[in-house]
C-alpha cells in the first residue's frame, strides 16, 4: 500500500530562519499529497495539497512541490515565526475512502 | 461554522474497562473518519463511516468498534481496555467523502487507561 517517510526531528530554528522538512512517498499511481499541521493542544488542519505532479501547494509562507521523479514532497518556508512551532505531518490517501496514511510527524520549535 | 466536535476531551479508565468516545462532524459532513495518535505509532487509521455505512477499517482488533447515525455523528467504542489503547482519539470529517483528502479534524478525546 501507500506509504510516507518524513524527516522527524525535532527541528529547533530561530525566529526568519528558512525551514525544510522533508518528505517521500511510496504509491501507486499518482495520489494528491498533503501536509497537516498540529498546534499544541489542538487536532490537525490542513496545511496545503497538491493533486498532480509539479503542483505546488501553498498557504500561510509555506510551500511544498510535488516531484515525482524524486517521489518527495518536502515542506518549505522562507521565513519561520514563532507561531509557527507545531508538529507537521505528510499525508497522502490510501484506497477509495478517506483514510490517509500519515507520516510520523515532525516536531518544530521556534525560537524568539 | 461550528468545527468537529468530540466527547470527551479527557478521561480516565483502567484495564477491563469499556469506553464510548463522541463525534460530531461539520454540519453537512457525511464522512466520518477515527484515527488513533500515540507517540510511538504516530497516527493510524482506525475506520471510516459514510452514511451510515462503515467503508473502511484500519488494522486493529475487533475491540475497536464504530458506527454512525442518520444524523452523521458518529461514536467508537473501546472494550476490554489495555494500557496499549492510551492514545489521543481524533475524529475527522469531510463533506462528500470522495478520497479527497481535505479532513476537518476534532480537538481529540484523550484516553488514558490506567
Known amino acids: 500500500g501507500n506509504s510516507v517517510t518524513q524527516m522527524e526531528g525535532p527541528v529547533t530554528l530561530s525566529e526568519e530562519a528558512f525551514l525544510t522538512i522533508n518528505c517521500t512517498y511510496t504509491?501507486?499511481?499518482?495520489?494528491?499529497l498533503f501536509w497537516y499541521v498540529q498546534y499544541p493542544g489542538e487536532g490537525l488542519q490542513l496545511l496545503l495539497k497538491a493533486t498532480k505532479a509539479d503542483d505546488k501547494g501553498s498557504n500561510k509562507g509555506f510551500e511544498a512541490t510535488y516531484r515525482k521523479e524524486t517521489t518527495s514532497f518536502h515542506l518549505e518556508k522562507g521565513s519561520v515565526q514563532v507561531s509557527d512551532s507545531a508538529v507537521y505531518f505528510c499525508?497522502?490517501?490510501?484506497?477509495?475512502?478517506?483514510?490517509?496514511?500519515f507520516g510520523k510527524g515532525t516536531k518544530l520549535t521556534v525560537n524568539p | 461554522k461550528a468545527g468537529v466536535t468530540q466527547t470527551p476531551r479527557y478521561l480516565i479508565k483502567t484495564r477491563g474497562q469499556q469506553v464510548t468516545l463522541s463525534c460530531s462532524p461539520i454540519s453537512g459532513h457525511r464522512s466520518v473518519s477515527w484515527y488513533q495518535q500515540t507517540p510511538g505509532q504516530g497516527l493510524q487509521f482506525l475506520f471510516e463511516?459514510?452514511?451510515?455505512?462503515?467503508?473502511n477499517k484500519g488494522n486493529f482488533p475487533g475491540r475497536f468498534s464504530g458506527r454512525q447515525f442518520s444524523n452523521s455523528r458518529s461514536e467508537m467504542n473501546v472494550s476490554t481496555l489495555e494500557l496499549g489503547d492510551s492514545a489521543l482519539y481524533l475524529c475527522a470529517s469531510s463533506l462528500l467523502g470522495r478520497n479527497t483528502g481535505e479532513l476537518f479534524f476534532g480537538e481529540g478525546s484523550r484516553l488514558t487507561v490506567l
Open positions: 499525508a497522502l490517501p490510501q484506497g477509495g475512502s478517506e483514510k490517509l496514511v
Open positions: 463511516y459514510f452514511s451510515e455505512t462503515q467503508r
Open positions: 504509491a501507486t499511481g499518482y495520489p494528491s
